[in-house]
């Protein structure tokens, strides 16, 4: 099954850019990959008609910096909190939930949220996502590769790091 895979963000704004950077190494990798703003009406026309999206942007919510989260979008609402970095007042949150209302979600969307710490303009991505974007990459192509040879493409839930470990 073929996988829309879709990095959002802003390039100019240091972690924001986190999902752009994600979809310009998995095309390195060999991966098809859309770039977007963020924008909730254009991320809903990007993934019409595909039956696996994978969105990528980076997240508010707390945690250590470059953590990544994934979300099966289609299981569980997607709260607006989580991108406060976001120069969007209509964003990813917006466009699933909108998405969703509308009977417009892809049969199976995820999103991959990396945590940032550093959006200001003109800013370079901390070292911390850095690292994130590139484990980010690496898991995605692995998936793509394991559903074009039939496996299951949903995310496998990463090992916790942190305290203790």
């Not at 192509?141 to 916790?160: F, N, S």
Request: aromatic residues 4%; contains cysteine; hydrophobic residues 40%.
């Amino acid at each position: 099954m073929p996988v829309r895979i879709i990095g959002c963000g802003n390039i100019d704004r240091g972690d924001d850019g986190a999902g752009l950077l994600v979809a310009r190494r998995l095309r390195e990798l060999g991966t098809g990959t859309q770039e977007q703003s963020g924008e909730a009406l254009s991320l809903i026309e990007s993934w019409a008609g595909a039956e696996a999206v994978i969105v990528v942007d980076a997240v508010v919510s707390g945690k250590a910096p470059g953590e990544i989260t994934v979300w099966d979008a289609r299981a569980h609402p997607v709260s607006s909190g989580l991108w406060r970095g976001s120069t969007h007042h209509f964003g990813l949150a917006e466009a699933v939930e909108l998405a969703r209302v509308l009977d417009r979600l892809p049969p199976r969307l995820w999103i991959y949220g990396i945590e940032g710490r550093r959006f200001e303009q003109g800013s370079c991505p901390s070292p911390e996502v850095t690292r994130a974007i590139e484990e980010v990459a690496e898991r995605i192509a692995r998936g793509v590769t394991g559903a074009a040879a039939g496996t299951e493409l949903a995310p496998k839930r990463p090992k916790r790091r942190g305290r203790g470990q």
